[in-house]
């Protein structure tokens, strides 16, 4: 049965031709755990164990880190994917004070970045791979880039839209005229390969004549492919005149 031993994590430890550091870190092991050689020990039991398994390694992390989100932490364990040849998809440079989030979802990745600690300095979001980078809040794309720029002055929450492709624009069809009391039907085309464009979200929006927006008839709608339909139920006291649809990428402010 597991044996719990509660260690102090201080030192250099020996991944290959790496070497990753802990200080002053309370960790817990199993000290049912045995091995006659081991990367690294705390209070004499095996804390860190790797093997060759085919042309790869498997590694055994005998121990509890006190919370994942720890700077020390993220940076041990990027550390350690990193001398077995694995990097993330995205990360901070320096992770002090912030948290990054990362969700998929067809081709869009969404990486979302929340400043925690008012002592929090600036930061930059590194990918792996570049890609045409959109800044979803301000709806402003910045290129195809592999680097963001984080400014603590910003906004204490950022959220950021990574594609392989450049985004095309939305485009609607309506009819030329519809009646009041009726629902009007219309395409709503976003350029691009089915597989790029399946999964994002689009934003409609109404307007009146005079220029205002008719808020019951915001909806959003998600694309399934290069051309999905709306409805919009008109109501019997719409006021009649050249009315003005909108249509948004809402990942890319297009």
């Given at each position: 049965e597991p044996r719990p031993v509660n260690a102090t994590a201080d030192g250099?430890?020996?991944?290959g031709k790496s070497r990753l550091e802990l200080q002053d870190l309370p960790v817990r092991l199993d000290g049912s755990v045995l091995a006659s050689s081991a990367a690294a020990r705390f209070a004499d039991v095996p804390a860190l164990l790797t093997r060759s398994v085919g042309k790869g390694q498997a590694v055994l992390l005998n121990f509890t880190f006190p919370s994942p989100e720890t700077p020390q932490t993220v940076s041990f364990l990027q550390g350690l994917l990193a001398a077995h040849g694995v990097k993330p998809a995205s990360w901070l440079t320096d992770s002090k004070g912030y948290?990054?989030?990362?969700?998929?979802?067809?081709?869009?990745?969404l990486v979302g970045v929340v400043r925690q600690a008012e002592t929090a300095g600036d930061t930059e979001v590194r990918l792996a791979r570049a890609g045409y980078v959109y800044d979803v809040r301000q709806g402003k794309a910045l290129g195809k880039t592999d680097r963001i720029t984080v400014s603590r002055q910003g906004p204490a929450a950022r959220l950021f839209a990574v594609l392989a492709?450049?985004?095309g624009a939305v485009s609607l069809a309506p009819p030329q005229a519809t009646v009041r009391g009726q629902a009007m039907a219309m395409p709503v085309r976003l350029s691009?390969?089915?597989?790029?464009?399946?999964?994002?979200l689009v934003r409609l929006q109404?307007?009146?004549?005079?220029g205002s927006e008719a808020r019951p008839y915001r909806t959003y709608l998600t694309v399934r492919g290069p051309q999905s339909q709306a409805t919009i139920p008109w109501a019997l006291n719409?006021?009649?005149g050249t009315w003005t649809l909108r249509a948004t990428d809402v990942a890319t402010g297009l």
């Open positions: 250099k430890l020996g991944v948290t990054i989030r990362r969700f998929h979802r067809g081709a869009l990745t492709e450049r985004a691009g390969r089915k597989e790029e464009v399946t999964g994002r109404a307007f009146r004549p005079d719409d006021p009649p």
